[in-house]
């Protein structure tokens, strides 16, 4: 039995020695087939090296594939100006002036100028119209002058279909010389007719039943004037009716002030206009006043003026 064993160890021995053999073969056989593969990547790595160092450029290249010589250029400036664009000199000086340019436009040379410009130019010229504005309402406040007329317009004796009525004209003139404040008086009911004949008819209507026409609007306040100019057209030797609506109920308001009468008419002068106003307003004073013919009004307005200024120079109202 123990010879038995001892064949069987031996065996054993034998058989792992010759397996031992074989891994040796077979490792250097590894070995050399490593080595032969080394020296051929060696070789064609020296077939392959220039004498000018191409493989770094080659590597260079192909990691980035532009291989122009302007790419190549452009490709060192793309990361330097993202980079280090702040930190050149030029670029430094500017970043700071576009910033500021943003902060507040004005700063700049150019324009520094001309915002202070236009800040004084808009209240100067702000200042200049409100000054005109009260200067003019100041004029108009200070003015102790009222001009109160009525006026037709329509078909008139002797000078035809008219735009402007023959009072309003001379009106027109007087309001200028004296710098008065002007009331035109009109009917609340306008039932006056166009036409020259049919109107003279209801004037004599009116007179004959002492109508007293309504006045459209409300008469200003007459309390700040001293002296009334008050002018119409003659209708039948007469003030118009409505004019006497504006006598009766400004009476009171009246008293006191200096009231001057004037009219146009087509040949029967003043009319006494002067006396019927005094006797509608007792407690005023009554002036001079002045008959203009319609048709000069319409046709000879250089004489008429000349007439008005004369006129006026009189009273002592001229300016």
């Not at 004949?197 to 006045?215: C, S, W």
């Amino acid at each position: 039995m123990k010879k038995l064993i001892t064949i069987l160890v031996i065996f054993s021995l034998v058989l792992a020695l010759s397996g031992c053999g074989k891994e040796e073969k077979k490792a250097d056989s590894s070995a050399s087939g490593a080595a032969r593969e080394t020296e051929e990547i060696k070789a064609e790595d020296q077939d392959a090296e220039t004498p000018q160092a191409a493989d770094p450029e080659a590597s260079q290249q192909d990691a980035s594939e532009p291989e122009t010589p302007e790419n190549e250029a452009a490709e060192p400036e793309a990361p330097e100006d993202e980079v280090v664009k702040p930190e050149t000199p030029d670029q430094e000086a500017a970043e700071p002036e576009a910033s500021e340019n943003k902060g507040s436009e004005p700063e700049t040379p150019d324009q520094e100028p001309a915002d202070p410009d236009r800040a004084v130019k808009a209240p100067e010229a702000s200042g200049d119209s409100d000054g005109a504005a009260e200067e003019d309402k100041e004029e108009k406040e200070q003015s102790d002058i009222l001009l109160v007329y009525f006026s037709r317009t329509g078909e008139q004796y002797g000078v035809g279909e008219i735009e402007t009525g023959n009072t309003a004209i001379v009106a027109q003139m007087i309001a200028e010389i004296t710098k008065a404040d002007v009331f035109e008086i009109l009917p609340e009911d306008d039932y006056y007719p166009y036409t020259y004949d049919e109107l003279t008819e209801i004037a004599k209507q009116e007179q004959n039943d002492h109508i007293r026409p309504v006045i459209k609007d409300e008469v200003p306040d007459l309390s700040g004037y001293q002296t009334v100019f008050i002018g119409s057209p003659v209708w039948w030797g007469d003030w118009p009716m409505i004019m006497y609506t504006f006598f009766e109920e400004s009476a009171d308001a009246l008293a006191g002030k200096t009231l001057i009468p004037f009219n146009t008419h087509a040949g029967s002068g003043l009319s006494g206009f002067d006396k019927k106003l005094a006797a509608a307003c007792p407690g005023s004073t009554v002036g001079k006043g002045l008959s203009i013919a319609g048709k000069d009004a319409q046709n000879a307005q250089d004489t008429v003026r000349e007439n008005v200024s004369s006129w006026l120079s009189g009273l002592g109202y001229a300016s």
